[in-house]
C-alpha cells in the first residue's frame, strides 16, 4: 500500500535558521505529492504541491522538489520565522480505485521557532 | 464562500452516548472526506463520499456511519461512543484532481 514518512519532531529552530523537514514515500504509479501546514487550533491548510517528478514546489518561501529516483519530497526553507511554528504533513495522492483518489499523509513534524 | 465548515467544534460524550458532527461545503465539490487526527498518528480516513448518495469506507471505519444525502452536506456518526474514539475530526472536499480543503475540525471527548 500507500505510505509517507516524515521526520519525526519536535523541531525548534532559532528565526532565519535554516530548515529541511525530510519526507520519503512508497506508492505504486505516479502520486501527486503534498504538504499541508496547521496552525495551532486550525484545520489543514496546502503550502505547496508537486505533480510529476521534478516538479518543484514552492509557497510563502518553502520549497519542495519531487525526487522520484529517491522518492522524497523534502520540505525546505532558508530563514525561518516565528509566525512559521506550525505542524507540517507531508501527504501522497494516488488513485485507490472505484474512481476515487485517496491522501495519504505522514504523522507530522511539529516546528517551533524561538526568536 | 465560507469554505468547508464543521459542527459543532467541541463536544463531550459519555461513553454509550450517539452523536452526528456535521461538514457543509459550499464549493460544490462531488468528493468529502472524513479523518480523525490522533497524536503522533497523523490523519487517518474514516469515510468518503464521492458524490451525493454514496459513501465509501476508508483505513479506520469501524465505529462510525456516515451519510450524504445533499451534496454540501457531509455527516458522520457515532452511535455508541467509546473512549478510543476520542480525537480531533476534520472533514475535507475536493472537486476533480483539485487539492483537499479541509474544514477548521471538531475536538470530540469520550469520557
Known amino acids: 500500500g500507500n505510505s509517507v514518512t516524515q521526520m519525526e519532531g519536535p523541531v525548534t529552530l532559532s528565526e532565519e535558521a535554516f530548515l529541511t523537514i525530510n519526507c520519503t514515500y512508497t506508492?505504486?504509479?505516479?502520486?501527486?505529492l503534498f504538504w499541508y501546514v496547521q496552525y495551532p487550533g486550525e484545520g489543514l491548510q496546502l503550502l505547496l504541491k508537486?505533480?510529476?517528478?521534478?516538479d518543484k514546489g514552492s509557497n510563502k518561501g518553502f520549497e519542495a522538489t519531487y525526487r522520484k529516483e529517491t522518492t522524497s519530497f523534502h520540505l525546505e526553507k532558508g530563514s525561518v520565522q516565528v509566525s512559521d511554528s506550525a505542524v507540517y504533513f507531508c501527504?501522497?495522492?494516488?488513485?485507490?480505485?472505484?474512481?476515487?483518489?485517496?491522501?495519504?499523509f505522514g504523522k507530522g513534524t511539529k516546528l517551533s521557532v524561538i526568536p | 464562500n465560507a469554505g468547508v465548515t464543521q459542527t459543532p467544534k467541541f463536544r463531550v460524550l459519555k461513553t454509550g452516548q450517539s452523536m452526528t458532527l456535521l461538514c457543509a461545503q459550499d464549493?460544490?465539490?462531488?468528493?468529502m472526506y472524513w479523518y480523525r487526527q490522533d497524536p503522533g498518528m497523523g490523519l487517518r480516513l474514516i469515510h468518503y463520499?464521492?458524490?451525493?448518495?454514496?459513501?465509501a469506507k476508508g483505513e479506520v471505519p469501524d465505529g462510525y456511519n456516515v451519510s450524504r444525502l445533499k451534496k454540501q452536506n457531509f455527516l458522520l456518526g457515532l452511535e455508541s461512543a467509546a473512549p478510543s474514539q476520542t480525537s480531533v475530526y476534520f472533514c475535507?472536499?475536493?472537486?476533480?484532481?483539485?487539492?483537499?480543503?479541509f474544514g477548521p475540525g471538531t475536538r470530540l471527548t469520550v469520557l
Open positions: 475535507a472536499s475536493r472537486q476533480g484532481t483539485d487539492t483537499q480543503y
Open positions: 506508492a505504486t504509479g505516479y502520486p501527486s
Open positions: 508537486a505533480t510529476k517528478a521534478d
Open positions: 501527504a501522497l495522492r494516488a488513485y485507490s480505485g472505484a474512481g476515487s483518489y485517496q491522501l495519504t
Open positions: 464549493m460544490n465539490h462531488e468528493y
Open positions: 463520499s464521492v458524490g451525493e448518495g454514496t459513501t
